[in-house]
């Protein structure tokens, strides 16, 4: 059996009727009633007829805790510490792959989105040598709640609060007009903590790599440079933070059509 098979069937049988599906408890193992209370904060009322929590127990578990979807699974104590940087970091990014699973990016080739937040943190590791591996997980995740259904409490959940806070640092207010949003990023960007100012810096790094190589095609020649000169505004704000970061986005400033 697969991995997304195990996941699919996991996640169905919560969605069915929360009386699990048969064999979850094979899936992820049998808990005692006691254990799992201590690691989801279940009441004794409550995990009696929630099976599917089962599924839980396993490294795809989190894959159901859809806090809007599936709100009786979400874990209520401390986040479940991954137990390596590795492990954190391959966590976040499977975590930021399954939420943005059905969403491309705008380039003529569709891009499946996941490729965007996968390139803003190799670009901090591998080109501009960040290892807080908190503020790699945190650039996995950094599109999750702006462009997905994630919440701030889900985030907190899987990853803790230090992720989840540089993750709202650099989250838009979609309920603001675009261009209210872009204004807000100009203004916003010199109070930003360091981390939230490295994760900022890759993205409009990113950004402007693929704006100069691989455009929308409905992007006209003023569109694009005039995204430029914003983006150029939103990291002035930003500077001061990391030197080598700093010249690798004005490198990808130099593309500029
Ligand atoms: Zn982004």
């Known amino acids: ?7 699919w069937i996991a996640c169905a049988g919560a969605d069915r009727s929360g009386a699990g599906p048969a064999g979850a408890g094979v899936i992820g ?8 209370r201590d690691r989801y904060g279940l009441s004794a009322a409550s995990h009696a007829a929630q099976a599917p929590v089962e599924a839980i127990t396993t490294d795809i578990g989190w894959r159901c805790l859809d806090a809007r979807r599936y709100p009786f699974l ?12 590795i492990a954190l970091i391959l966590k976040a990014a499977s975590f930021a792959a399954h939420k943005h699973r059905d969403q491309r990016r705008r380039d003529a080739e569709a891009t499946p989105y996941i490729n965007h937040p996968i390139a803003l943190a190799s670009l901090l590791a591998d080109e501009a ?9 945190a650039a996995l995740l950094h599109d999750t709640i702006e462009d997905t259904l994630t919440t701030a409490d889900e985030l907190r959940a899987a990853f803790g609060e ?24 100009e203004v916003h960007a010199p109070h930003a903590s360091r981390e939230a100012k490295l994760v900022k810096l890759a993205d409009k790094t990113c950004n402007l790599r693929d704006l100069a190589t691989t455009p929308p095609p409905d992007w006209d020649l003023a569109r694009r440079r005039k995204y430029f000169d914003w983006a150029q505004r939103v990291v ?22």
């Not at 059996?1 to 996941?7: K, P, R």
């Not at 193992?29 to 799992?36: K, N, P």
């Open 162 to 185: 230090r992720i989840t806070s540089i993750v709202e640092e650099v989250t838009d207010d979609k309920s603001l007009p675009k261009a209210e949003r872009k204004r807000l990023q």
């Open 129 to 137: 040598g960040i290892t807080d591996a908190e503020v790699l997980a």
């Open 1 to 7: 059996m697969t991995t997304e098979t195990i996941d």
């Open 236 to 257: 002035a704000g930003l500077r001061g933070t990391h030197a080598g970061l700093e010249a690798l986005f004005d490198r990808a400033a130099d593309g500029r059509p």
């Open 74 to 85: 979400a874990p209520t104590g401390a986040h479940m510490k991954a137990t390596s940087d």
């Open 29 to 36: 193992g049998v808990l005692t009633a006691q254990s799992r």
